[in-house]
């Protein structure tokens, strides 16, 4: 059995199956389909709707982008896909989660176990307390190996070894011997992507893989990525708060607030023309290259707790441009252009306006791209 890619000479993985090659929208059939996704828990001030009613597709070979605040129901939308929101978290019935054809919630728990990190791979949010402390990170990849793989215990070290060359640690077969706490934070990191990727799923949801790195690791990560999805072929959804990255490695975005889909749209048009006031709002905090330095706009007030989400629109309470409708009746996810939609009644006004008729709003050139911490 072939071994992953190694920056140190290692086995070459095989080609990806045809339909695993570049996306082409919207022909091919979808990679990963989320329907009318619901995630509550029971909580002492009540029941909190983190998730409530989110639609969201990844099709082979692309990298999506999921943005929003801290709060708005990104990493549970994340777990919810693998089946890994733990008690008092429940998936409310009539959710669909199909990946690959197959619905993913209605699968046993030993057939969900059998996906869950072979054929699709999750990033963790934070090393440090995604990784096991008493394991070495050899053992910890191994493990995967000889979960998925059926491989024997010498194969799957050395595969883990390889793997650890691949993202680009180095003294590959020393660190394998290591703990966590033996590591830097940039290579705990590049660890859970070795992990991730053991199984070269076809799908890796990668959950702020930059988080509480400095910009330089920040970019020796996102670049590995960039090369590890060439050579596997797999589709990417990348979790964020930064807009940055995702008008760099993104080809579609979604724009998540109050556990719903506020906007989705194609890259280049999000950033061309937001057709919601949060997506502007969003835009409008990031710091600019290309402008005088200023102090950065910033979205009054935060998100609501998901207990207490406000009646009709969720972002009204914050929104500049509500107006009574807003404060009576939820929008739902309105036409806003060719292939893009946004969750307001003024989705296709031009109140809203173009980011090219605005000094205020970033364009994707105009983005810096600055460290941040997790969602």
Known sequence: MSGPVGAGGGPQPPPRPADNGPAMAPGPAPLLEIADLRVTFATEEGVARAVDGVDLVVRSGETVGLVGESGCGKSVTALAVLRLVEHPGHI???????FEGRDLLALAERDIRAVRGNHLGLIFQ???????????IGSQIAEVIRAHQHATRSEARWRAIEMLRAVGIPDAEKRAGHYPHQLSGGMRQRALIAIALACRPHLLIADEPTTALDVTIQAEILELLDGLQRSLGMAVLLITHNLGLVAERTRRVYVMYGGQIVEEAPTDALFAAPAHPYTRGLMAAVPRLDSPRERLAAIPGQ??????WPPACR?????????????TEMPPLLAAGEARKARCWLANSRTVGRA???TDAPTQAGLREPGGQGS
Do not use: I, K, W, Y
């Open 315 to 327: 972002f009204h309470p914050r929104c500049p441009l509500a107006f009574e409708r807003c404060t």
């Open 92 to 98: 409310a019935h009539g959710s669909r989660v199909r």
């Open 126 to 136: 934070e090393p440090a307390s995604a990784l096991n402390p008493v394991l070495t």
């Open 303 to 308: 998100v609501p707790p998901a207990t207490a």
């Open 356 to 358: 090219d008729e605005r």
